[in-house]
């Protein structure tokens, strides 16, 4: 048992540190204040950001979704930002999705705000995403995988949404997966995949009892394990859970934080082993 311990403790300090995925689905003309008094408060926290303007992307200047993404670069300077893509589990059209994706990256050439700043992204998170339990699907996100590469070149990054457990292939085409998207009642430490694909897993919940004990031993189960997190008080059953930020949710980024700091947590590469 000590030897599986100090193993254990050697995996999580090597872990890089659980980042914090945030939907931001809804208008917000101030660029979600909430958000950047958190990451403010919490300056280690690393973050993902998903831009949504309308399931969707638009080019135009006056959404939110686009004029702030220079203040979201300022304002939460440890961000990764994301175009969101509706993929319909397999059923949009390959030429729509590819479209979608075309109009995310050229915002680099758009400027905003009195600066002329641009509204560069830096990858794509892909909704609904089918299991790829044929050759054809898997050909499909693929070839969504490949297309978002060339459209962002450098360092892109592609999330893919099944919010379920799926076929270990699809980690293959993604730097994130989001393994986990549903009821906090449903989720269970047994949820999580094979160690090896913690570090690009997401584990996301909503309705979560708003009691601060629950939320950090919650947490506890995959922070820093996983690669993001996002978990919200807020209950499903009587609202749209992404359009706004829950009472918790200072107290889950600042949880998140610290569960991070106690790991010893580095940039490294290797997945932790939950003990």
């Known amino acids: 048992m000590l030897t599986h311990s100090l193993l ?6 090597l872990v890089a540190a659980t980042k914090v995925l945030v939907p931001l689905y809804s208008w917000n003309e101030d660029c979600w204040p909430e958000l950047q008094q958190a990451a403010a408060a919490n ?7 998903i831009v949504n303007p309308n399931s969707g992307p638009t080019s135009d200047v006056t959404d939110p979704s686009l004029y702030c993404v220079p203040t979201l670069r300022e304002k939460v300077p440890r961000s990764t930002i994301v175009g969101y893509v509706r993929t319909d589990y397999g059923k949009t059209p390959k030429a729509e999705v590819s479209a979608n994706v075309a109009t995310y990256a050229s915002w680099k050439g ?6 002329g ?6 990858g794509i998170f892909f ?5 790829l339990t044929t050759k054809a699907l898997e050909n499909l ?3 969504y995988s490949a297309t978002t590469r060339k459209a962002f070149p450098g360092a892109s990054t592609i999330v893919m949404n099944p919010g379920t457990k799926v ?10 997966v989001v393994y986990f998207e549903t009821y906090w009642k449903d989720w269970s430490r047994s949820q999580l995949p094979a160690a090896q694909y913690l570090n690009k897993t997401v584990i996301m919940i909503h309705s979560i009892p708003s009691s601060n004990s629950t939320l950090l031993s919650t947490l506890k189960q995959f922070v820093p394990a996983v690669g993001a997190t996002y978990v919200t008080d807020l209950s ?8 706004s930020f829950g009472p918790d949710w200072q107290t889950f980024v600042r949880d998140v934080a610290l569960l991070n700091a106690g790991t010893g947590a580095t940039n490294a590469a290797a997945p932790a082993r939950l003990c």
């Open 110 to 115: 758009i400027k905003v705000g009195t600066m």
């Open 127 to 131: 909704d609904e995403t089918a299991d």
């Open 117 to 122: 700043k641009s509204a560069q992204l830096d």
């Open 43 to 49: 300056p280690s926290v690393e973050w993902v950001l």
């Open 167 to 176: 076929n270990a292939r699809m980690y293959k085409y993604a730097d994130f």
């Open 141 to 143: 996100y693929s070839g």
């Open 236 to 243: 499903i059953d009587q609202t749209d859970v992404y359009a």
């Open 8 to 13: 254990c403790l050697g995996a999580a300090s």
